[in-house]
């Protein structure tokens, strides 16, 4: 079994299409939530599917390996972070090298980076009077919304459009592909582990 935890800081609704893609799958469970705030929708999902959770203590995060080493012992072996508001320390992504996945909304290297997220991002998409957003699914590296691309799906940016209802198609897509590709990320890279051990 490829045990897989889910990072996130709210209200945890791409976390929860995914712990629904999950739950009767042969290969890969989601057996741990990971939250940056106590109060995040997200542990209120865990508890309801009886997936164990917990919340981070920023500096120990940040500045020790505690968590690397929790989440080793729980033979975690992907991280997928699902609206993580925090940047991943370099510790955890050396030691989860590859198997690190991220979603942005918005069609990266376009409105990525430090302090895009949310509303940000919808809000300077419709300022920039783009045609086109969407959603990007990423490996997470040492910078903000850079690593590797996995995926990306677009939808149009009419006129009409504001930012709260850009906001629902991104969060359509999101909920359409995230749970599809990433089951096919991890599927994929392990059978590939398995063919190179062999």
Sequence with gaps: MINVSIFASG?????????QHFKYHP??????????KATAGVLNIAESHSIPAITLKRDAFLNTDEYVNLL???DIKFIVLAGFL??????????FRDHIINIHPALLPK????????????EAVK?????????TIHKVDEHYDHGDVIFQAEC?????????SIAKKVQMLE????????????SGLEKLNTSKNN
């Design 127 to 135: 300022k920039a009077g783009e045609p086109v957003t969407g959603i």
């Design 27 to 36: 290969d890969i469970r989601i057996s741990l939530i990971v939250s940056s």
């Design 11 to 19: 209200t945890g609704s791409n976390a929860a299409k995914i712990i």
């Design 111 to 122: 409105f990525g980076g430090k302090g895009m997220y949310g509303m940000f991002v919808h």
């Design 86 to 95: 925090w940047k991943v320390p370099d510790n955890l992504i050396e030691a």
């Design 175 to 186: 909920h359409t592909w995230f749970p599809v590709i990433v089951e096919k990320y991890i």
């Design 156 to 164: 149009p940016v009419e006129e009409t459009d504001t930012p709260e």
């Design 72 to 74: 080793r012992e729980k």
